[in-house]
């Protein structure tokens, strides 16, 4: 297999594109779009960012939101990534979005994103956000018939920095914990095979015994003797005694 070095570059797929919210300290809500974030526990999340207007309204509230991107939203989530909040005051209603304030932090909910992360700041140093993820809410919408989230409703977009592209996450292919049991599914056959086998108290085993071998005018013949010997597991693992 031939492969060609790109050198580093943070080529990881997929990569999310997050729309992290936040409030002035007058309660505008303000928007902008990262993509090098990463849960880094069960109630925690992981940002890299730089310096915005969103850490201004971080330092301010302790709080924000965090979206995924959507196929039908990606003009504006692309939008409050190029824009700067502190040049554009209203750059959150410019990209066609409308808040709601979340119920659990001060930190607005973008009504057209249908998932978010609600957090509360825990730290914010070298550039690096850390935010402890308080809630998870999702449009009713976005849900199956047992209320159960449905991924493949949410349309969620990912970000190519290679080619500097936005890509919708496709369909299911597998299920997680579950389908990598098929990898192993025949050696658990065979051994299931060989307890049976062997797990059986007392039987008959086939003994060869290569008796003769000789050469005569050229060629090879072999005797064998098949004889019918006892066979015992001491704790079924197949010892032969």
């Known amino acids: ?17 997050l729309i992290i919210a936040t409030y002035d300290k007058d309660g505008n809500p303000d ?8 849960v880094t526990d069960f109630n925690e999340i992981s940002i890299s960012m730089g310096d915005h207007k969103t850490t201004d ?5 302790g709080a924000f939101t965090v979206s995924m991107a959507t196929e039908d939203t990606v003009v504006g989530c692309d939008y409050v990534g190029i824009e700067s909040g502190r040049k554009v005051p209203d750059k959150f209603a410019r990209a066609g979005f409308h808040a709601t304030k979340s119920e659990f932090v001060n930190a607005p909910l973008i009504d057209e994103l249908p998932m978010a992360l609600e957090c509360k700041v825990k730290s914010f140093d070298n550039g690096i956000l850390v935010g402890e993820i308080v809630n998870v809410s999702v449009d009713e919408r976005a849900l199956d018939e047992n209320g159960k989230l449905a991924v493949e409703k949410l349309h969620v977009i990912t970000f190519d920095y290679a080619n500097h592209g936005y890509y919708v996450l496709g369909e299911k292919v597998a299920s997680a914990f579950e389908d ?10 065979e051994s299931a095979a060989s307890r049976i086998f062997f797990g059986t108290r007392r039987f008959f085993a086939v003994s060869v015994r290569i008796l003769t071998l000789f050469v005569q005018n050229r060629r090879i013949g072999v005797k064998i003797l ?15 005694v």
């Open 180 to 189: 990598g049991k098929k990898s192993s599914k025949s050696g658990e056959t």
């Open 1 to 17: 297999m031939s492969r060609v070095n790109f050198g580093a570059k943070p080529n990881m797929y997929p990569l999310p594109v």
């Open 31 to 38: 928007a902008m779009n990262a993509a090098w974030g990463v």
């Open 57 to 61: 309204n971080l330092a301010a509230t």
């Open 226 to 240: 098949l004889k019918t010997v006892p066979f015992t597991t001491g704790t079924g693992a197949g010892q032969v």
